[in-house]
């Protein structure tokens, strides 16, 4: 049987097609949870007015720490819809700009602990010898100890700040990712195509990257999804005790730290920043375990 | 049909199964003992055997994919026992193995294309852009449609995957391929279209096969000689046709008679084997079966059975086989009654 | 059987809740102090814990506070006098004072406590360095002999290391102290000592004042750093007193059914480093525009409350040697913007980093201030809070490597304002302590030097000598001095009595309270 | 079991020692002069010095390190530099206040997150099971801190019923202070018959707990919702069944117990959240506590006290998880 | 599992289990999957009857309907269980719990995993014997003068004695994970038939046993059966096992019975296209030729084919069997199969 390379082409857009069906079809699984997409949207909200905090506040300037003596203080008004701090800055602005360090120190968080975690979880759960017991060593040290509290201890040594923090937090974080990419391999490296390729004569870093590696994508990014929100609040337990975000500059936990003095009568410059943290970790838990029913059907949401 | 293709002598492959602290293993899971065996070019060499008796195991030595304890074994009259790591890829592209469980041999992340390329880079003869075509050949070979060459393994049945396993097989142009347990997790009406499927294979392209199974009744289907395992020994080797006609071992026959036949009118019954598989990590002494069999003397708890010949390419390991051979009439009445 | 329980817990509660208010009237009064203790040894003592100890501790006399008719008060010393080249001064002793130990105080109880505080050499134990020596006359008699003229008087009621203390801890050393024993002859006794989180200033009986009249008693201290804490007990009376309270509920608690806030003079400052050392800080017009680029005003209202002004110079108004001749760097942002341009630096276009201690609240509330103002002539400020220790090692380790502003809040040890400027800003050479301007001006050092030596025989030529010399400095611009704060005690309607004494600060002499 | 025991113990010692070998050289890394930290105030350079020969800071650092860690056996922890006490004196003083909250906030985090999570799987699907979900999905949403000034603000400044922060009323510090003997102050209170202060402590310790369970209790009840509902998908739960059993027998017995090792396993990692929580939550309340100590120890440098706190709250940690361990080891057979 | 259920008189029959349009749908991702489609059938007392089928079938999910087990999972049940003057899917759930185990039990495929891990046999066989066998544990502990546990203990002994289990007493210390797949499967059936049930449901029962122990197993439970006058109902994809054993047959395909006949009937003379295609596939003994087979697969049931099921696969599918579904009709005597083939016939 013959095929011209037309046709070949043909069955690939068939194909593609096809699976843009299988993307429809999860986009529609996601579009029947009425709260994922509720958190969905809020999250699109807010990851875009902290990208175009500059554009979408209203006091960008206030946003970015300038002050505004006149109208300290004040109440949620029709001019400052969440009321303004000691310094009389907006409130609002505040919120978008801190959203910046919030969400976006978060994603940053997660990822890099990922981009570190995943490659030595690989190695660890496929050669099991030497080096692989050593990572799993390490990475039981790390977890063997709060991951918060070596986040503080790092900040300490090294000075406070939104970028020691940050860093600060990925140290204790990329463990987690190593665990669960190494405990994922130790039962796909049992799946039958895996010795089906060590059939083929093919060797490890072959394996590891063709076999192992696509099939713990799913696992870790639904992982990444659930750890956003607690990577928010983490950045925000630093900043609340002063070791985080410094001043000017405000995430949101530094903001519920500056309004916690003014908490019994100007509740809402730490009830706002509060607000947004909460509102938003709530979005992207649900979220989070909304796509994991979605990608990862039978496995336990915990 | 009269050279061999894989010859194993004294093949022995035993697991750890406790160790000293310092790795040392102090007891073995015994899961191939003194496996002898040849298997002929063209043949189909079935092994049967039930679930722990190291059947499987004994394809993967053969294939040299777990860590051989002892013996040789030699392939198209290479060595291949002494060979580790890359210098078995030469002889990899020549040996295939398909799978029993076939959703589990298939990354479901890698569509039918990029599976059966695995495959194809091991053949030398082929280039990159020959791929698509010689998939397509694949497919067409195990009787699958070539439009499907993109599609991932999870929108296919149970016999399609199979079929699939089948195809990657093939691609590399082999001479022997293992079928380990192939059909054992499909439906009988799919079940048939594998196995008449592998059978014409073999018949096109010249293939040997091991046909692992556990399913008796399949055997006189797929292959033309069996071999019959217990306990990490072969006990017996027939023609496909005669064993169940003529069982020369206790074992081999109460295999036989516990099989449900499809036909009610069968006077067979079903035959009762008392007692429990014997474990590979503490085997009995002697002949392995003697706890279990009906015939057993003295002698079998006490001395190894040797190989019996009973015919050009079959043999038997009892200690009594022909006296059991002339009383076949005999216990087989007594058995229906 | 578990209703019958539940009902015996409830009812069983409702008493309690209802007795919180019960206790008030006594003479117990809670203290939520936000002033922790480093040390107890009175020897050594130069710190926050200044509060408790000049309760526990007296020294010969005491500065009154500022318009009292006479300059000093006595106490354990009942008068001194002089001699006419100011190189002796002989005090003359207060009959039948007991320590809490039990011992008689006597001169040699004084000799003792002040040569224990010079040998240690610790704290503020420098304020003795002209001390030549100490002669005990009689048993009430006692006769110091100066190497030069200084102001003695000053700093035998100074409020660190003048304490005297009984003879019976001449073996003990601070860790002694530190288990919460005392050897004072103040009102009042340390009790209850434990973890440094609270404990009881218990009424000392054979106090030789006496327990007539009104008196507070018994002060249960209740470390509490938090200032939203500290509003919270004032104002459900679960304290008497408290230090700190967040500064934008000062309003309520002035109108507060039964809180009030008292005012009074502090010669406590804010002022603001410049690291001479390094450019652009090294060029006097860089400084000088940034000391008017400060936006002093707004400073005291959001940082203060309202409760400071813009400070003159080192030494705060009030106090000896802070007049209104010292010359003051208004906030103008034009004049900064002009001074910058001359300095080279039109538009600012440079990059500044700025410490402060991060439990001072004060300091984090206005240093953004500073930060945004400095923005305005175009000075990027990098703001740094870290605890008062690294901030201050950072500082005094490596000028070169240090910040570039930093922020202090500062005190007198004693009333003369010497200490200040010569701490502050005279040559320390390679290991600064407190001149963290890193300022060096050979004519300062030696103006201040002479007015220090002349106080005692000449006031107001010393006085006209502090006044030039710190308006030396105002043209080198070093430092820039911030605000000085007015003191004030966020309390309870019912306690009387408290004065507040700059020289002092942060001292209620609890003795003099009662409660109504 | 014994060699299990023998091998979790050697384990723990072995994470001990690895543990204080990194804090010691990771507080000696710290920035600030330890010994001007120790003398503290205006020191001269050679009181600094002195006080750097009494800490043994002049030698070097594995001569400094071999002299921890014989203190460190004998339970010496050094002296604090601070509150110029030794750390271990301090620590035992903090604990048992810190661990009346711990204690409490995880026995009902535990039992209160088991049971909302049976009750969630028992109603699957139903309104019962929605709610739940969004309130513990809330739950582990929120910051601690944040919550703990919300409930002050609502709790006190709103309704009035619970104080804002403190242990004690202070009259009842004049009127009936609390002895120490155990360091638990219900207990204390309790043994030596002051039911005055029993009942104000635990007034005062409501609002504390409640902010310190909020976290673990949504972590515990999703898990074992999740947990639950896997198990009742297995094949002896479907056999349970079919043999007749009740269904409430099938979900509170057979289900609960075959789910446990994961709940266990979670109960047992969110000690590690409450004690961390516990430095919010105590600074917020103003209970002195261990985290309010270590807080203190941080602000101001206080390095042997550092040491001290990490060591503790590692050593209680690993505990916890070692205990867990152990536990599930009984309830559960199949793990060898 | 919500139910609606027309309630209806019922004919009395001698059947002691009587399946009536049993209509079983779950909700899954892709929508709503009609598994079972009419499935009716009766059981009489004492007879073994094989539901024999292919994987996706509905073979096993007719045996979970009887019982109502589907615990909380999403989907809807509809039709007629009737035993004994019951209809069982109008039962409360605590009405069905003293059925299930007591008077209709049920053995599962995987016998391992059948059994709860956490406990020892010995617990959880005594439980059920405190739950069924009361009087017997009385009778036990009067005439051996014994305590209750030890005549639990006792009456334990004694059923697992029954299903030739030897070292019962380390058996009754043992948890699932320490036994043989063998031996834990002769543990469930003693569970099963502690209170001789008068339905046994063998759903797959010795699928994953190797056929040496399968053969055990099957004339283990067939004796105990007759000796305690149970009838089995046995699902099975082994057509072996219902030539063996069974005293009728039903074939099942994507969710409806095809063919229902006395085992002989069926095995000599298969009237239904697919029963014919599915014994012409079955492997047999030394028989070395070409198998056949029924072309293409079982279909999707989320969009199952309209009219009859297996017309896509149906060499003989005529018009109509693609328009309407056909009824079941009596072929011969005691031979009922659903085709138009037949159907028309008549």
Known sequence: MELQAESYEQMAKQVVKEH????????????????????????????????????????????????????????????????????????????????????????????????????????????????????????????????????????????????TALIALVIPWWPWYTRLVQGEVLSIKQMLYVEAARMLGYGKIYIIFRHLLPNVITPVIVMILLDLGPAIIAIGLLSFLGLGTQPP?????????????????????????????????????????????????????G | MNESLMTLSKVNTWFANEKTITGKPVSWIKAVNDVTLNIYKGESLGLVGESGCGKSTLGRTILRLVPLHSGGIRFMGDDIASLYGKKLRPFRSKMQMVFQDPKASLNPKMNIFKILSEALYLNTVLGKKDFLEQGVKLLNLVDLRPEHIFRYPHEFSGGQQQRISIARALATDPDFIVFDEATSALDVSVQAQVINLIHELRRQLKLTYLFISHDLSIMAHACDRVAVMYAGQIVEVQKAQSLFSAPRHPYTRALKDAVPVADPSSKKGLSILKGEVAKLSDLPSGCYFHPRCEFKQDICSKEPPDVYKTGKRSWVRCHFQEALWEQRELMDTKESA | MV?????????????????????????????ASPYGVTTLDPSVSYSTELGYMANIYETLIRVNP?????????????????????????????????????????????????????????????????????????????????????????????????????????????AWFNKGNDAGTGPYMLKNYKDGESWMLAKFEQYWGGWDGKHVENILVKYTKDPLTQLQMLQADQAMLVGRIPLDSYPSVKKGKNTKVLYGPSYQNYMAFFNTTRPPLDNVKVRKALAHAIPYDDIITIGFNGMASQARGPVPQGQFGGTEDVIQHKYDLELAKKLLAEAGHKGGGFKLSLSYAAENAQEARFAPLIQSEFKKIGVEVEIKALAWNTQWSMAKEDPKKAQDIFLLLWWPTYSDPYETLFSLLHDEGKKPVWNLAYYRNAAYDDMIRKAYETIGSNPQKALQLYVDAQNLVQNDVPVAWVVDIVANWPMNKKLQGLVMNPAYPNVPFFYEMHLE | MLLFLFKRFAGLIALLVVLSTLVFFFTRSLPGDVAALYVGGTAKAEEIERARVELG??????????????????????????????????????????????????????????????????????????????????????????????????????????????????????????????????????????FAAFFNVAWHMVLPVAALTIGPLGIIARLTRSALLDVMQQDYILAARASGISEWVLFFYYGLRNALSPVLTVIGLSVALILLSTFYVEMIFNWPGIGYYALAAIMSLDYTALMGVSLMIGTVYVMANTLMDIVRRIVDPRIK | ??????????????????????????????????????????????????????????????????????????????????????????????????????????????????????????????????????????????????????????????????????????????????????????????????????????????????????????????????????????????????????????????????????????????????????????????????????????PDLVHPPKGCRFHTRCSQAMTICRREKPRRVAAESRHDVSCFLYELEK
């Open chain 4, 57 to 194: 800071l002049d030698k070097p650092l594995i001569v400094q390190y071999k002299c921890y860690i014989q203190k460190l056996l004998q339970g010496d922890m050094g002296i604090s530099l601070r509150t110029h006490r030794p750390v271990m004196q301090d620590l035992m003083e903090k604990i048992p206040m810190s661990m009346e909250l711990v204690c409490w906030a995880l026995l009902f985090a535990a039992s209160g997150g088991v049971l909302l999570g049976v009750t969630a799987a028992y109603h699957q699907g139903s309104l019962l099971d929605e709610v739940i979900k969004w309130f513990t999905s809330a739950a582990v949403s929120i910051p601690i801190f944040f919550f703990a000034l919300l409930l002050q603000l609502f709790f006190f400044n709103v309704l009035g019923w619970f104080p804002l922060q403190g242990r004690l009323d202070t009259f009842l510090e004049f009127s009936n202070p609390i002895e120490n003997i155990t360091g638990f102050s219900l207990v204390d209170t309790i043994i030596t018959g002051n």
């Open chain 1, 20 to 163: 843009r069906q299988v993307k429809w079809f999860l986009l529609g699984q996601l579009l029947k949870r009425k709260a994922a997409m509720l958190s969905l949207i809020i999250l699109v909200l807010t990851v875009t007015a902290a990208l175009f905090a500059p554009w979408v506040a209203p006091y960008p300037d206030q946003g970015m720490g300038a002050v505004n003596i006149s109208q300290r203080l004040s109440p949620p008004s029709n001019e400052h819809l969440l009321g303004t701090d000691i310094y009389g800055r907006d409130m609002l602005s505040r919120v978008i700009c801190g959203a910046r360090i919030s969400i976006f120190g978060g994603m940053f968080i997660v990822v890099t602990a990922a981009f570190i975690g995943v490659p030595l979880g690989l190695w660890a759960g496929y050669n099991e010898g030497k080096s692989g017991a050593v990572i799993i060593k390490v990475v039981e040290l790390f977890l063997s100890f709060p991951a918060t509290l070596i986040a503080m201890a790092i900040t300490i040594l090294f000075g406070a700040g939104w970028s």
């Open chain 3, 66 to 174: 500022p318009g009292s008719s006479d300059l000093f008060s006595y106490l354990l010393a009942t008068g001194y006098s002089a001699s006419a080249d100011g190189l002796e001064y002989t005090f003359t002793l207060r009959k039948g004072v007991k320590f809490h130990d039990g011992t008689n105080f006597n001169a040699q109880a004084v000799k003792f406590s002040i040569e224990r505080t010079k040998k240690l050499g610790k704290g503020a134990g420098f304020i003795w360095a002209d001390l030549k020596e100490i002669q005990v006359i009689d048993d009430y008699t006692v006769k110091f002999v100066l190497n030069i003229p200084v102001p003695l008087p000053q700093i035998a009621a100074s409020a660190y290391a003048s304490y005297i203390m009984s003879p019976g801890v001449k073996d003990k050393d601070s």
């Open chain 3, 3 to 31: 209703h019958r329980l539940i009902k015996f817990m409830f009812f069983a509660f409702i008493p309690f809740l209802l007795a919180a208010n019960v206790w008030a009237a006594e003479k117990n009064m809670v203290f």
């Open chain 5, 1 to 298: 599992m919500e139910k609606t259920i027309p309630q209806k008189a019922r004919q009395k029959t001698k059947a002691i289990l009587e399946v009536r349009d049993l209509n079983v749908a779950f909700k899954t991702a892709r929508g709503k999957a009609k598994i079972l489609e009419g499935v009716n059938f009766e059981l009489f007392p004492k007879e073994i009857l094989a539901l024999v089928g292919e994987t996706g079938s509905g073979k096993s999910v007719t045996a979970k309907s009887i019982l109502n087990l589907f615990g909380n999972y999403p989907g809807q049940i509809q039709g007629q269980v009737w035993f004994d003057t019951q209809d069982l899917l109008t039962l409360k759930d605590a009405q069905l719990e003293s059925i299930r185990g007591n008077r209709i039990s049920m053995v599962f495929q995987n016998p391992q995993s059948s059994i709860n891990p956490l406990f020892t046999l010995g617990e959880q066989i005594s439980r059920l014997i405190r739950l069924y066998l009361v009087p017997e544990i009385k009778m036990a502990r009067q005439e051996n003068n014994l305590t209750e546990k030890q005549a639990v203990i006792h009456i334990a002994r004694q059923k697992l004695n029954e299903v030739g289990l030897t070292d019962i007493d380390r058996l009754l210390k043992s948890y699932a994970g320490e036994i043989s797949g063998g031996m834990a499967q002769r543990y469930r059936i003693a569970l099963a038939l502690l209170s001789s049930p008068e339905i046994l449901i063998a759903d797959e029962a010795t699928s994953a046993l190797d056929v040496t122990v399968q053969a055990h197993i099957l004339k283990l439970m067939k004796a105990l059966c007759q000796k305690k006058q149970t009838a089995i109902l046995f699902i099975t994809h082994d057509l072996g096992i219902a030539a063996q054993i069974c005293d009728r047959v039903a074939v099942m395909y994507a969710g409806r019975i095809v063919e229902v006949a006395k085992t002989k009937s069926l095995f000599e003379n298969p009237l239904h296209p697919y029963t014919r295609g599915l014994l012409k596939a079955v492997p047999k003994f030394g028989k070395k030729e070409d198998l056949s087979f029924v072309p293409g697969m079982i």
């Open chain 1, 249 to 301: 500059m405000a995430d949101w936990g530094l903001m519920v730290w500056e309004g916690a003095q003014n908490i019994l009568s100007e509740w809402w410059i730490a009830i706002v920043p509060g607000c947004a943290m909460f509102i938003v970790v709530t979005a992207f838990n649900i979220f989070g375990d909304a796509l994991k029913d979605i990608l990862t059907p039978g496995r336990s949401s």
